[in-house]
């Protein structure tokens, strides 16, 4: 989550958003991602969607099963269903987040039954520093 940390402060440093994303395979990162939606012109490119992305490509295989994806904050719609289609074996977040969450706050997309692959998932994982990084964003923002 550390690493996942340092990925969002990459994005801030863009100007984007701080969400860090790493997905790791056999205890080794097999893909990072960072929010670019700014930078790339594109609403999808969010950190779990960078990350997942790649690990596609570096596994020639868009199913990454036997995978753990942390991400420092909780995955949105979009990205829940990315995580599910792709078939992410575990996702580890750190901040929660009550407005567009979709692992536990507003929506519970891990345990949809219209979804055919149940993620396991913790959050809360260096929750605290995660919603600092997001917090203190937004509030030079405003």
């Known amino acids: 989550m550390r690493y996942a940390i340092r990925l969002a402060q ?3 440093q863009q100007g984007e958003v701080p969400v860090g994303a790493v997905l790791i395979k056999d205890k080794q990162c097999i893909a990072e991602g960072w929010n670019l939606p700014i930078a790339h012109h594109d609403a999808t490119a969010h950190a779990e969607i960078m990350a997942i992305r790649k690990a596609g490509q570096v596994l020639e295989n868009y199913r990454l099963i036997q995978t753990t994806l942390y991400v420092t904050l909780e995955p949105c719609v979009m990205c829940m269903g990315a995580i599910s289609h792709s078939r992410i074996t575990r996702l580890v977040f750190g901040a929660t987040d009550p407005k567009r969450g979709a692992v536990c706050s507003a ?3 891990t345990t949809a039954p219209f979804l055919n692959h149940v993620v ?16 203190d964003f937004f509030r030079t923002r405003r």
């Not at 396991?120 to 917090?135: D, H, K, N, S, Y």
Request: aromatic share 4%; proline share 0%.
């Open 107 to 109: 929506l519970e997309l």
């Open 120 to 135: 396991a998932w913790q959050g809360g994982i260096l929750a605290e520093e995660c919603a600092t990084l997001l917090r």
């Open 10 to 12: 990459r994005a801030q």
